[in-house]
């Protein structure tokens, strides 16, 4: 990755707020709206800035409603933002999206962009129509995408009768077609099984190494940030909270860490018991989630493990203990709770 | 850009649509069952309709000074652009749930102008059925009621029943867009707008005045069937110069909606977030 390329996708300050209709419930107020509308200004996203260079895998992450959507859908051109602006591309989305539209690929994992009534095959040529593409062009491309996801066989089925993993690799060779530099996905791989999840994780990456794809990810699926993604940027309250390195991720929070205990038999004054032997060490914190076993979190920069263990082993009857290292996906799962909290991003 | 690039432009575009629409008829025809009771269900409505006519003139020689066979030009000028914009251009009536469903967002990630790709998104295979009425009572009309067909007279069909598909598809986008200021699945609105067109298959001169301002300026199905018509019939009334702003009209509601078309899209939220 050449690091002095200009970004390829640019955010600055980028902000969208909606305006959602007020309605009281019921007919009555349903009727009350239709003659005095009243509407409440709704904040998706507030000042975002990104820049994503060409070749970057990036995964866009963060709670449900945190304003993930609405950012790929201003960065696609789908939505016009409130003020802000974007750059991809070197154009305004929203301004030139049929240029805009030439230039990248979308997969979004609810929506197929395959006609459902006809032959997959037959939605290919006519995408290939509707991006203009040479016939040359077309017939590489595509003989490419049928060879690596294995489509031939799907060709003369109609769309409405693919599974979903079918669909989903046919959707994935469809916005890929026109050989974009970008692709953004927005929860691929909801409702995949394993191995479909695999496959689809080996393509995305195989088009990210080999062919220098510019990769945005949004995903719930902790794996696929892990697996396909070096850069994680995290939004929260349509604010970014994070934007780093993926495992900076855990640097940053790997003070946070844990010891399980097994009890011997279930213990109603266990977690008592081991609030009070831990009494005066700082940042531990014991809870109960089963009557047989007790964790407790702490900060490995106040207190070690071993000491915990001593405190707690004398205290409890403990058959089993178990030390859990952080790892990226239980700190982001933690974020998402609010558990951990990021300090505004710098 | 030059001239040869918007022409080749033009042309590529007009292929496109013609296969886009060519997948959405093909649809139609490989859900039989549907297929069938469309037809039906098509012929029932229009066949009513013309059965009430056979029925009125039953009684009476005249409807407004038109004698029957005029009343079925107006028929045939009404039947025909609507026919070909069930035909050609149905898929504004998908708009509304398209930009509920915010299935629209797929539209706007792809490098085709969205009106296109609405409009190209629904094709009923009923407009065939009103197409040949239309036609069947278009020529019927012409000849029975004893107008002269002359080279100029056909051309100038020509244009209007071109200009009426144009107003037709303006019209439906117009009160389908509906959906982007009013998110609400369901609206009588553009079903009530569009059921207006019923009153331009009977002359102007029997209804009240505010009809009359009704389909001429509100929702002006009269520049379709009854102005043309004017000048195909040779009335004179001193409203038959009407019949030759209809491409005037077409031009004005086509500007409209463009206008409001653009402001729609900048003003689409989707759906989530």
Not at chain 1, 98 to 116: H, P, S
Not at chain 1, 218 to 239: A, F, K, P, Q, W
């Amino acid at each position: 990755m050449d690091t002095n390329a200009a970004p390829i996708i640019e955010a600055k300050g980028l902000t969208k707020h909606f305006r959602r209709p007020v309605k009281e419930p019921g007919l009555k107020g349903a009727v009350r709206h239709l003659f005095r509308p009243a509407y409440a200004d709704v904040v998706a996203v507030e000042g975002v800035n990104l820049s994503i260079l060409p070749g970057e895998s990036v995964a866009y992450v963060g709670p449900n409603g945190a304003g993930k959507s609405t950012t790929v859908k201003l960065l696609t051109g789908i939505l016009v933002p409130t003020s802000g602006r974007v750059t991809v591309n070197g154009l305004t989305p929203f301004e030139n999206r049929v240029e805009n539209a030439r230039r990248i690929g979308v997969v979004f994992g609810q929506r197929t962009q395959l006609w459902w009534d006809i032959p997959v095959g037959e939605s290919f040529r006519l995408l290939g129509d509707i991006y203009e593409l040479p016939d040359e062009t077309y017939r590489a491309s595509f003989g490419e995408l049928i060879d690596v996801l294995d489509l031939e066989p799907l060709l003369r089925v109609p769309a409405r009768q693919l599974s979903l993993g079918q669909r989903m690799r046919c959707d994935l060779a469809a916005s890929l077609l026109h050989r974009p530099p970008i692709l953004y996905l927005d929860e691929p791989t909801i409702g995949l099984d394993v191995s479909v999840k695999a496959r689809f994780r080996e393509f995305i990456r195989y088009m990210h190494r080999e062919r220098g794809l510019t990769v945005m990810l949004t995903s719930h699926d902790l794996g696929d940030i892990e697996e396909l993604c070096d850069r994680m940027v995290m939004i929260d309250n349509g604010r970014i909270v994070y934007d780093g390195a993926l495992s900076e991720v855990t640097t940053r929070f790997g003070w946070e860490r844990a010891v399980h205990l097994t009890l011997t038999e279930p213990d109603e004054s266990a977690l008592e018991a081991a609030s009070r032997a831990l009494g005066n060490r700082p940042g531990a914190v014991a809870t109960q989630p089963e009557p047989t076993m007790v964790a407790v979190t702490f900060d490995s920069r106040e207190t070690t493990a071993g000491e915990l263990i001593r405190d707690l082993a004398t205290a409890l009857a403990v058959t089993d203990i178990r030390i859990e290292e952080p790892t990226a996906e239980s700190i982001i799962r933690r974020l998402y709770e609010g558990d951990l909290v990021f300090e505004q991003a710098e | 850009m030059t001239w040869s690039m918007n022409l080749s432009r033009l042309r590529g575009n007009a292929r496109l649509y013609a296969k886009l629409q060519l997948i959405q008829l093909r649809t139609v025809v490989e859900y039989r069952a549907d297929f069938w009771i469309g037809i039906l269900g098509a012929s029932l409505m229009h066949g009513a309709g013309l059965v009430f006519i056979v029925a009125l003139f039953g009684q009476i020689d005249e409807l407004g000074g038109w004698s029957a066979w005029e009343v079925a030009v107006l028929y045939g000028l009404t039947l025909i652009p609507a026919g070909l914009r069930e035909l050609f251009a149905d898929g504004p009536w998908l708009l509304r749930s398209l930009v509920n469903s915010g299935e629209f967002d797929r539209l706007l990630v792809r490098p085709v102008s969205p009106a296109m790709q609405v409009a190209t998104r629904l094709a009923s295979i009923h407009g065939v059925g009103q197409l040949s009425l239309g036609l069947t009572l278009l020529i019927l009309g012409t000849t029975r009621s004893g107008m002269d067909w002359t080279l100029w007279k056909a051309i100038f069909l020509l244009v209007s029943v071109l200009s009426s598909l144009g107003l037709l598809i303006a019209i439906g986008f117009l009160v389908n867009m509906i959906g982007f200021w009013e998110p609400s699945a369901q609206s009588a609105i553009p079903t009530a707008y569009a059921m207006l067109i019923d009153f331009a298959k009977f002359p102007l001169d029997i209804y009240s005045n505010v009809i009359k301002v009704l389909v001429t300026v509100v929702a002006p199905y009269a520049f379709i069937s009854y102005f043309p018509a004017l000048v195909l019939l040779d009335k004179e009334t001193p409203w038959r110069w009407l019949g030759f702003a209809s491409p005037l009209v077409t031009l004005l509601a086509v500007l409209l909606t463009s206008w409001l078309w653009r402001k729609a899209l900048n003003r689409y939220q989707g759906v989530g977030h």
